[in-house]
C-alpha cells in the first residue's frame, strides 16, 4: 500500500521560509519521479515543482523559481521543498504525488496547509 505523507506545513509571515516534507512508503522511490502540487481557496490545482526519478528538477515558472527548491533524498524514501521568500499569494494547501518513470501522477498524498500573512 503505497503512502505519501506530507508535514511542515503552518502559518508565517511574508519573506518567512518554510520546508515541507512527504514520506514515502510502499514503493520503490528510486523509480518514480516526485512533485509538488498546490491548490488555493477557489482555484485549480497547479504545478509547483517535480524531480524526476532521472535526478532532474522541473519548476511551475517565475512564480517559485528562484525562491523554491526541490529535492529528494532516496535513502529516507523523503521529498522536500524549501521555499524561501514567502509570499500571500503562496498561501495553499501543498500535495506531495508520485509518478512512475514520468507517467501520470498516480499517488497523491493529503496535503500540509501553508498560509502566508501579509
Known amino acids: 500500500q503505497v503512502q505519501l505523507v506530507e508535514s511542515g506545513g503552518g502559518l508565517v509571515q511574508a519573506g518567512d521560509s518554510l520546508r515541507l516534507s512527504c514520506a514515502a512508503s510502499g514503493l520503490t522511490f528510486i523509480r518514480y519521479t516526485m512533485g509538488w502540487f498546490r491548490q488555493a481557496p477557489g482555484k485549480e490545482r497547479e504545478f509547483v515543482a517535480a524531480i524526476r526519478w532521472t535526478g532532474d528538477n522541473i519548476y511551475s515558472g517565475d512564480s517559485v523559481k528562484g525562491r523554491f527548491t526541490i529535492s529528494r533524498d532516496n535513502g529516507k524514501n523523503t521529498l522536500y521543498l524549501q521555499m524561501n521568500s514567502l509570499k500571500p499569494e503562496d498561501t495553499a494547501v501543498y500535495y506531495c504525488?508520485?509518478?512512475?518513470?514520468?507517467?501520470?501522477?498516480?499517488?497523491w498524498g493529503q496535503g500540509t496547509q501553508v498560509t502566508v500573512s501579509s
Open positions: 504525488a508520485a509518478s512512475y518513470k514520468s507517467a501520470d501522477y498516480s499517488y
